[in-house]
């Protein structure tokens, strides 16, 4: 009798362990798809900057851009998205190229930490009055006018 318990004790806690481990190793899994998505959706974002890097601005690229930012909304943290806000803005209010650099690159570090970071956001201070439509095309008129009269100087 005391055998038969030891075994049932035995198989069940085989059991749960295999549980266990089975429900540990899909979450890693989950968690490797999603590192792998933001990585991915975050390629596509920091590849369409070149867009704005071009003299004549590539409209393309810069739609690009603007749809990858609202993507955003669905999976990257706070702080990404209001680096891409600050950039835009800069780009917007005529700034000067290095003040728009250095938002590109706090922009790159922001994704770049939360990369790192392994995390996913679980948590969001934005509200919706936070989200902004951009026009591409008025934002394409505002660079090309910057750009002609800099040009001009």
């Known amino acids: 009798?005391?055998?038969?318990?030891?075994?049932?004790?035995?198989?069940?806690?085989?059991?749960i362990a295999?549980?266990?481990?089975?429900?540990?190793?899909?979450?890693?899994?989950?968690?490797?798809?999603?590192?792998?998505?933001r990585e991915e959706k975050y390629a596509k974002l920091v590849s369409s900057l070149k867009g704005f890097y071009s003299g004549s601005f590539n409209a393309e690229e810069i739609t690009e851009f603007v749809n990858q930012l609202n993507l955003c909304w669905m999976y990257c943290p706070d702080e990404v998205i209001k680096k891409a806000y600050q950039f835009l803005s800069l780009l917007k209010s005529g700034a000067d190229k290095k003040?728009?650099?250095?938002?590109?690159?706090?922009?790159?570090?922001?994704?770049?930490?939360?990369?790192?970071?392994?995390?996913?956001?679980?948590?969001?201070?934005?509200?919706?009055?936070?989200?902004?439509?951009?026009?591409?095309?008025?934002l394409l008129s505002i660079l090309r006018s910057r750009s002609k009269n800099a040009l001009s100087k």
């Open 1 to 15: 009798m005391k055998d038969v318990l030891v075994a049932i004790i035995g198989t069940i806690a085989t059991i």
């Open 18 to 37: 295999a549980i266990v481990v089975w429900l540990l190793n899909e979450k890693e899994k989950r968690a490797y798809e999603d590192y792998k998505q």
């Open 99 to 138: 003040t728009v650099e250095r938002a590109i690159g706090d922009f790159i570090l922001s994704i770049r930490k939360d990369i790192l970071s392994g995390d996913t956001a679980k948590h969001t201070l934005l509200k919706p009055e936070d989200f902004r439509h951009i026009e591409t095309a008025e």
